[in-house]
């Protein structure tokens, strides 16, 4: 079982930045990949950036040049550097983990866990 927290929300003015965290911790046998989704009332939860565990990296097109995703393996933690950030970007993020844990017989089986969200509003 992973838990995942997220961190580093909150309210900004247009053109400021947030840096977002997300640390993963329980029992797993590998973390596959990491992602960062945001979710504004109404509409569906779309994928804003993602890191695998060989570091290759996603993101959403209208975040790209201003977010930025990393990760610290070592604490199974990743972060999304927010720059000039817009009114759009307002909504509650959420980090997805997955992760390769073992099953009750024994056998490897891919899981994902979501985080609770944290908000991030920018307005001026």
């Known amino acids: 079982q992973v838990q995942v927290v997220e961190s580093g929300g909150g309210l900004v003015q247009p053109g400021g930045s947030l840096r977002l965290s997300c640390a993963a911790s329980g029992s797993f046998f590998s973390i596959n990949r990491m992602a960062w989704y945001r979710q504004v009332p109404g509409k569906e939860r779309e994928s804003v950036a993602a890191i695998t565990k060989d570091g290759d990296l996603n993101y959403l097109d209208s975040v790209k040049g201003r977010f930025t995703i990393s990760r610290d393996a070592a604490k199974s933690t990743v972060y999304l550097q927010m720059n000039s950030l817009k009114s759009e970007d307002t909504a509650v993020y959420h980090c997805?983990?997955?992760?390769?844990?073992?099953?009750?017989?024994?056998?490897?089986?891919?899981?994902?866990?979501w985080g609770q969200g944290t908000q991030v509003t920018v307005s001026s």
């Open positions: 997805n983990v997955e992760y390769t844990d073992y099953d009750v017989r024994g056998d490897l089986m891919t899981k994902d866990q």
